[in-house]
C-alpha cells in the first residue's frame, strides 16, 4: 500500500476501475496515477502528449515543499502544465513512477481532454462524479 505524499502517514486506498488503478487519499483527496495511468484515462495517447508536452520545469519558481513519491520515496520535481490558459503545479516523480495531482487537479485535466468529445466517457464521467463533483458544479454555477 502507497502512503500519501501529503498527508504522509496515511495509507491511500486503491480503486480499480476498467482495470485502471487510481491511489487515492481519503484525507487530502490527492490522487496518485502511476507512470501510463494518465494516458489510460484519457483514453487517448494523443491527447495525454499535447497535455504532457506543455509541461515545463517550475522548481526554479516554486516554495510548495517537496513531496516524496510513494513509490521511491525520492522528492518529486514540480513541474507546470498549461490548462485553458491557467497553470496547475504538479508533482512528478524524476524516476518517472507517476503523477501526484492534489484534490481537483485531475478533474481540471479530465475536463481539458474531455473537450474533445469525449464527456460521454464513462472512466472520465465517473472520475469527476466521485473525486471532483464539487469543482464541476461551481463551474456550472457560472
Known sequence: MLRCPVCEKTDMVVLE??????????KCGGIW????????????????EEIMASFSDAQKNCDE?????????????????RIDGSSVLLDECSRKHGIWFDKGELYQIINCASKDGKEKDP???????IFCGNNRKKENDK
Do not use: N
Request: hydrophobic residues 40%.
Open 33 to 48: 496515477l502511476d507512470s501510463g495511468e494518465l494516458e489510460l484515462l484519457m483514453g487517448s495517447a494523443q491527447k495525454k
Open 123 to 129: 472512466v472520465l464521467a465517473f472520475l469527476s462524479d
Open 17 to 26: 476501475l476498467q482495470g485502471i488503478e487510481i491511489d487515492y487519499c481519503l
Open 65 to 81: 515543499k517537496k513531496r516524496p513519491c510513494p513509490v521511491c520515496e525520492k522528492a518529486m520535481k514540480k513541474m507546470s502544465v
